[in-house]
């Protein structure tokens, strides 16, 4: 079994991490596009252009399907991928987790890009899924990036700042940016109050790597790989085979990686 993930950067390292974990023999094909960076404030053309290009290069080492580990990717361009790879590369994408943070009823905040945060997008899944629901929609200008480059002071200013635009009621955010999953204990220090009940917080990386094994029928640890147990991990960076970036291992997800698959440490 060969999963692909791709991103504009390293986010795509929490769902490649939740996959490790649901399906440990499986081998690992992540394609970023450090050349592009960033996607978010690209033209919906210029963004398909190069997702289409990330895919590919993914598609080429032939996996049985491709997870698309960005939210501004999803919103813009999962027609087009699944219009040029699927039926033969079932192409799953990553969409904000409103509906169960909604369903353990409100307040809730939902922590997104500016480009996302009041978007059409999110508006559409906040009126289909958190109807009735007290939700304030967080814009986190700088935080992706400050993520991807591992800026320890710049994570610190973004989540403070976005945390300070948190209502204190709230009981659980929703990180609507893949990035933000990779910092997820550190917005909860932030936004936790003393006196109120634990924060719950929503990513979509465990939901997408679950939903990804159903779509190719497969079983969670079903099948292992010889030896150590793990599969192996190719890293793309814009097309290019590369060892993972030194931010990724930084963070608990890329070390995951890179300990079954030594090469990765570059």
């Known amino acids: 079994m060969k999963i692909a993930l791709m991103d504009s950067g390293i986010g795509l390292l929490a769902a490649a991490a939740a996959v490790r974990r649901l399906a440990p023999g499986a081998d690992l094909v992540l394609s970023s596009d450090p050349d592009g960076m960033p996607w978010g404030p690209r ?5 398909t252009e190069r997702s289409l290009a990330v895919a590919a290069a993914a598609a080429a080492h032939r996996p049985d399907a491709l997870i698309v580990a960005c939210n501004t990717a999803t ?14 590369l079932p192409v799953i994408g990553t969409v904000p987790a409103i509906k169960p943070a909604a369903a353990g009823g409100g307040p809730i905040a939902i922590w997104a890009t500016p ?32 993520v991807q480059w591992a800026d320890e002071d710049a994570i610190d200013r973004t989540i403070a700042a976005a945390a300070a635009l948190t209502p204190p009621e709230v009981r659980a955010v929703v990180l609507g940016c893949t990035h933000y999953e990779l910092v997820a204990e550190r917005i909860r220090a932030a936004v936790q109050r003393a006196d109120r009940a634990p924060l719950v917080l929503h990513g979509s990386a465990g939901a997408v790597a679950a939903q990804t094994l159903r779509r190719i029928g497969e079983v969670p640890g079903a099948r292992p790989a010889p030896g150590n147990g793990h599969g192996g991990v190719r890293v793309l960076l814009s097309g290019r085979e590369a060892a993972l970036p030194p931010a990724a291992l930084t963070y608990a997800e890329g070390r ?3 300990s079954a698959s030594p090469a990765l440490k570059g």
């Open 115 to 146: 480009a996302t945060t009041g978007s059409p997008y999110q508006r559409g899944l906040i009126e289909e899924f958190a109807d009735g629901v007290d939700v304030t929609e967080v814009p986190c200008p700088g935080l992706a990036d400050a």
């Open 43 to 47: 033209s919906t053309a210029d963004l």
């Open 256 to 258: 995951l990686l890179a």
């Open 75 to 88: 919103v813009h361009t999962l027609p087009a991928l699944r219009a040029r790879f699927e039926p033969e």
